[in-house]
């Protein structure tokens, strides 16, 4: 994926310094991580969505006039959705399983959903900017909310209210994986333990 103009969320120190920033170098992007969800596709059965968000922190150098670059730091989310085929899988799991503080009760049902697994490395920074808070500007959706140990990552709190102010954008190259896996039976011959005959000469 070429994640292009991807908003980022900086802390309160570095928001301040974009602020009054002259230019902006490319820095590191690192996947914090990465919130994955499976539902089956109603008009399609044996096809699910899977829905994956990536929360990322992005470091880059800002430039205040001759003096050395401040590092600055944010978080950044990108969303993506993937449909791919997992078979139908309409039984019912039960299982003996032990139950904590209960008698002898059998596990309760589960659903036989396949697991979605996501295999990514971290991205590659292609580009950044910054815009000034009082150019016109496409609807953007703010995040509502985001994991509390995503949020403790960094070093002090986001700036997500920005009005007026400067907002940092990034340009991502990530590469990524993503696969269904279920569980299946094999069925496996054993033979018996056998003493050859015949001698070997």
């Known amino acids: 994926d070429c994640i292009e103009d991807l908003r980022v969320y900086p802390t309160c120190g570095s928001q301040e310094v974009l602020d009054r920033a002259l230019s902006v170098k490319a820095g590191t992007a690192e996947l914090l991580y990465a919130y994955i969800d499976v539902e089956p596709v109603g008009f399609n059965r044996g096809f699910y969505t899977v829905d994956v968000r990536y929360f990322y922190r992005i470091t880059a150098d800002a430039f205040i006039g001759a003096a050395r670059p401040i590092e600055v730091c944010g978080l950044a989310v990108f969303d993506k959705r993937a449909i791919l085929f997992g078979s139908e899988g309409s039984a019912k799991i039960f299982s003996s399983d032990t139950v904590i503080d209960e008698l002898d009760i059998p596990g309760r049902m589960r659903t036989n959903l396949p697991t979605a697994v ?84």
């Open 118 to 201: 996501v295999e990514a490395v971290d991205p590659i920074v292609l580009d950044t900017r910054v815009d000034d808070g009082c150019k016109p500007r496409c609807c953007e959706c703010g995040l509502t909310e985001i994991p509390a140990f995503i949020a403790r990552s960094f070093g002090e709190e986001l700036v997500f209210d920005d009005s007026g102010r400067r907002r940092f954008y990034v340009t991502l190259g990530q590469f990524t994986l993503v696969r269904l896996e279920r569980d299946t039976q094999l069925l496996i011959p054993v033979y018996d333990y056998c003493i050859p005959q015949s001698e070997c000469s």
